[in-house]
């Protein structure tokens, strides 16, 4: 059983920076993608970034240049560090692995997710 738990967000100002991590147990994440989704409240499941085993990469068009994908397979730990923060960034942000060696952004290709962390931006 793969449990996975998100941390980092909080509250922050328009144009800040905060670090999400993705700590997972088991030895699944070493040979899977992980991604990062997010949800805003009346919005669907939205791809953010995924990174796969091999260290490839891919992020959202919306959020080149100010979101980047790492993964550190020692720790069992997936980041996602978000800089330039705007108040539309603003929803709970879920990491979720991808069994699979592909690099997905369909959420219903993962099979693990986190419980989600909120971030908040504000104006």
């Known amino acids: 059983q793969v449990q996975l738990v998100e941390s980092g967000g909080g509250l922050v100002q328009g144009g800040g920076s905060l670090r999400l991590s993705c700590a997972a147990s088991?030895?699944?994440?070493?040979?899977?993608?992980m991604g990062w989704f997010r949800q805003a409240p009346g919005k669907e499941r939205e791809f953010v970034a995924a990174?796969?085993?091999?260290?490839?990469?891919i992020v959202a068009d919306s959020m080149k240049g100010r979101f980047t994908i790492s993964r550190d397979n020692g720790k069992n730990t997936g980041y996602l560090q978000m800089n330039s923060l705007k108040p539309e960034d603003t929803a709970v942000y879920y990491c979720?692995?991808?069994?699979?060696?592909?690099?997905?952004?369909?959420?219903?290709?993962?099979?693990?997710w986190g419980q989600g962390t909120q971030v908040t931006v504000s104006a």
């Open positions: 979720a692995l991808d069994t699979n060696w592909r690099l997905s952004l369909v959420p219903a290709q993962y099979l693990y």
């Open positions: 088991g030895h699944t994440f070493r040979t899977s993608t």
């Open positions: 990174i796969s085993w091999t260290d490839s990469r």
